[in-house]
């Protein structure tokens, strides 16, 4: 079972690029790398999605160095709305084989104006 | 995406009643899925996992007959929080992954809030 380490919080301003961490030097070899955004009182939703290098979408970057024991979400010009906590998630497999998903702390993103 | 819709996004009950809560895939079968339970200021916490057609497996420390999981279909889970007490007052999250979607993301609900009184 892989586990992640996050930070707890990061401040950030609006406009500014915002990087996120997340440590999981226990990765399997089957493992993805998941990264979920969760506003109060609502369920957590899918951000973004790799395996190794990078990954992009239309709201975000994932680099994934070569030994996959981190990872960094990249957030481009943040706005008050991104305020929320971020989970990285470790876990998963090709179709047909569903690992759980166990959450660690999360950061908490306060984007100030 | 896929859509996992939660019924209902509140509850309110009083101290010793049972209440259920639904946990739907709207468009995809969901093969397996997954409740989870947060507390005010927490991380989500696994609770169990439940396989279309099969019993659900239960983390440690969560109570089976307390917590009772049936994934009777492809779309549909529903967990039961039986003679439910105020420290069972929290915020419920379902979760859905299945064999047709292209990748391992899981798909979530919207949570339901359950206030026990």
């Known amino acids: 079972l892989a586990k992640t380490t996050q930070p707890i919080s990061m401040d950030s301003y609006e406009g500014q690029e915002v990087n996120i961490t997340c440590s999981h030097n226990n990765i399997a070899t089957n493992d993805y790398i998941t990264w979920y955004q969760q506003f109060p009182s609502q369920g957590p939703r899918f951000i973004i999605q790799?395996?190794?290098t990078k990954v992009t979408n239309e709201v975000a970057s994932l680099f994934i160095p070569a030994d996959r024991k981190s990872s960094t979400l990249s957030l481009p010009r943040v706005s008050l709305s991104d305020t929320a906590v971020y989970y990285c998630?470790?876990?998963?497999?090709?179709?047909?084989?569903?690992?759980?998903?166990?959450f660690g702390s999360g950061t908490k993103l306060n984007v100030k104006p | 995406g896929a859509v996992v819709s939660q019924h209902p996004s509140r509850v309110i009950c009083k101290s010793g009643t049972s209440v259920k809560i639904e946990c739907r895939s709207l468009d995809f079968q969901a093969t397996t899925m997954f409740w989870y339970r947060q507390f005010p200021k927490q991380s989500l916490m696994l609770m169990a996992t439940s396989n279309e057609g099969s019993k659900a497996t239960y983390e440690q420390g969560v109570e089976k007959d307390k917590f009772l999981i049936n994934h009777a279909s492809l779309t549909l889970s529903t967990l039961t929080v039986t003679s439910a007490h105020p420290e069972d007052s929290s915020f419920y999250i379902c979760?859905?992954?299945?064999?047709?979607?292209?990748?391992?993301?899981?798909?979530f609900g919207q949570g339901t809030r359950l206030t026990v009184v």
């Open positions: 998630l470790v876990g998963g497999a090709p179709r047909g084989n569903f690992n759980k998903f166990y």
């Open positions: 790799g395996y190794k």
């Open positions: 979760s859905a992954r299945g064999r047709d979607v292209m990748n391992t993301e899981a798909f």
